[in-house]
């Protein structure tokens, strides 16, 4: 083998006198917007090694150490290999202004430039509710719409709540690794102000092995928490899920369930409720999915937190005036979504019977939040409309949207009835490739089913029976229904028909790991074969719905309201947030 090294090193060689110059990269990116007074982390990674005295990191011009108070580490190898990185935890800029960053090895110097903003010195909102349809789409808020208000001579009956607030930006969803976003660095946006990768939480993605090793910026909840506020975060998704983990979580990898469950009880959020009960578990509690015998539900409750497993429970707990914190797991996976909830039964409903939905958490985490006389945060997640659009359900995805609108609903009518002063966020963390191309008219000629979509003026008006008191009709299989129809799919069956026995599972993947379409609709009388177009094999193969990059709707309302116009980027949220409750005025000086 020795013939062959050389070849070998002489090629080494020569990439190493032909590689360009690779910079360094400095996190906090480039045009990264920093809320004064917030904690963030400070890495430059070096591309190859670099001796300490050569390291040179000065911030507008002076030397890093004295802008931060204190001197950034050098990692001389990190994680083992030939490159060294500067890291300077929790640094913080409580002076507004623009900062230019070089770092240097010696040879070669890159430089960033950050903003840093302050926001007023009083708040204008007292508190803020943040709703997230997790994959909320345009289509979505149309059809929930077409089924809870219904249209009399083109014109609809009703609006929603949402569609009653007076401020709309469109958010970009892009994150720093691509055009499409997953639930957690599109989350983390709203929750840090910053851009990340997909499956990041509160981290900038570089290049450290650890997922928990990443460079940190703030959350909200830490940030809030600090001002005094109470912050709360209900959906009903597990708790550990991405949107609900990006009010506390710094990982690179949102699968991080159990440092999640850790990270919550860390960070003393006040509330948080959802489905997810196997992660606070010890391991040797059936069931547990923990791998170690911290019982977490002991811990919580030792730190004075509420404890409720059903609607009853969290109800009770929430009526009680002494209850300031608390934590409720209603499910062993995600709570079962308002279609299944409220008329089907299906799901884990018979397993999980007294579930409370969105609304009725929102409503219990309010009660518990307001107690605090200085204001709250709560962040409220619709989290199935996704998991829904994912499956290819549009039934379950379309009365998830509709239990949005009542949660959006239920906090106009709190914040009219609590000094008007709660601003109201309403928006998406992403898209899905969804849209209404009209109905399904099991009356028209044939049995071909494909031939009863009716388009144009055949679609007509769909049929539902005349909504409840929360806008939910109460059956979906009607003759003349919503077309509702998915962009980007797997090989599947498509029955043109709602899914009365339960979720979608639109694809599966066979013994070769290649995905194809479930038999299990099959023989549904009329359904037709779709090929897919999505990749069918691979780390990325697709056995139901994908993400979209199209841009989100961001409807909000009340003090502070009036920043939310035009077109946005989605880490823009989180300063509308941050200036509404004026969480950037710079700490008091220290008492001497
Ligand atoms: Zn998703």
Redesign the pocket.
């Known amino acids: 083998m020795r013939f062959a090294l050389a070849p070998l090193a002489a090629a080494l060689c020569a990439a190493a006198f032909t590689l360009p110059a690779t910079a360094q990269t400095i996190f906090p990116l480039n045009r990264a917007e920093i809320l004064a007074g917030s904690h963030f982390d400070l890495k430059v990674e070096f591309p190859g090694l670099v001796d300490a005295s050569a390291a040179k990191l000065s911030v507008n011009g002076k030397d890093a150490a004295t802008v931060f108070g204190k001197r950034a580490e050098l990692i001389a190898r990190e994680d083992g290999k030939d490159v060294s990185s500067l890291i300077l935890r929790g640094a913080r800029i409580t002076k507004p202004g623009s900062y230019t960053v070089t770092a240097s090895d010696g040879t070669n110097t890159r430089s960033v430039t950050w903003n840093v903003y302050a926001t007023p010195a009083k708040a204008a909102a007292k508190n803020v509710i943040l709703f997230i349809g ?2 909320f789409s345009i289509a979505h808020r149309t059809a929930a719409r077409m089924l809870s208000k219904g249209y009399e001579d083109g014109k609809l009956k009703g609006k929603l709540a949402m569609d009653e607030m007076p401020y709309m930006a469109l958010l970009t969803t892009q994150g720093t690794d691509s055009i499409i976003t ?2 957690a660095n599109a989350a983390h946006a709203y929750t840090t102000g910053h851009k990340s990768c997909v499956n990041a939480l509160g981290v900038y993605c570089s290049r450290a092995a650890a997922s928990l090793d990443h460079p940190k910026v703030e959350t909200l909840t830490e940030i809030a928490k600090r001002s005094g506020l109470s912050v709360g975060a209900v959906t009903n998704s597990e708790v550990e899920d991405a949107t609900p983990a990006s009010m506390v979580a710094h990982t690179r990898r949102r699968s991080d369930y159990n440092d999640i469950v850790k990270m919550f009880y860390d960070s003393k959020i006040d509330v948080i409720m959802g489905g997810g009960s196997p992660n606070f578990l010890p391991k040797s509690t059936p069931g547990s999915k923990r791998t170690d015998d911290v019982d977490y539900i002991e811990q919580f409750k030792g730190a004075g937190y509420a404890f409720a497993t059903t609607k009853a429970e969290m109800n009770t707990a929430a009526a009680d005036s002494k209850t300031t914190k608390l934590l409720g797991l209603y499910n062993t996976g995600n709570v079962d979504g308002a279609l299944d909830l409220k008329f089907l039964k299906k799901g884990s409903v018979s397993k999980f019977p007294d579930q409370p939905d969105v609304v009725e958490e929102m409503k219990a985490a309010i009660k518990v939040l307001s107690r605090n006389k200085k204001g709250f945060v709560l962040m409220v997640e619709s989290a199935r409309i ?2 829904y ?2 499956s290819m359900d549009p039934e379950r995805a379309i009365y998830d949207t509709i239990m949005l609108d009542d949660a959006v609903k239920a906090a106009q009518d709190w914040a009219k009835a609590n000094g008007n002063n709660t601003m109201i966020l309403v928006t998406a ?2 898209t ?1 490739p969804v849209s209404i191309i009209g109905t399904v008219n099991d009356e028209a000629p044939g049995d071909d089913m494909r031939n009863k979509v009716g388009t144009y003026e055949d679609a007509g008006f769909p049929n539902y029976p005349a909504p409840d008191a929360d806008g939910y009709p109460n059956k979906v299989d009607v003759s003349r229904r919503v077309r509702m129809v998915f962009g980007a799919y797997p090989d599947y069956y498509d029955t043109f028909r709602p899914y009365l026995d339960g979720e979608n599972v639109p694809g599966i993947k066979n013994a070769e790991g290649i995905t194809v379409a479930n038999e299990a609709y099959k023989n549904v009388p009329g359904a037709v074969l779709r090929v897919g177009n999505l990749p069918n094999k691979g780390p990325r193969g697709a056995n139901q719905g ?2 979209s990059g199209d841009d989100v709707l961001l409807t909000a309302m009340g003090p502070g309201a009036n920043k939310v116009h035009g077109q946005m980027e989605n880490s823009d949220l989180f300063r509308v947030v941050a200036e509404a409750l004026a969480l950037g005025k710079p700490m008091a000086p220290a008492k001497k």
């Open positions: 997790d994959g997953d639930s996704d998991k659009s994912h963390d992403h899905h994908i993400h």
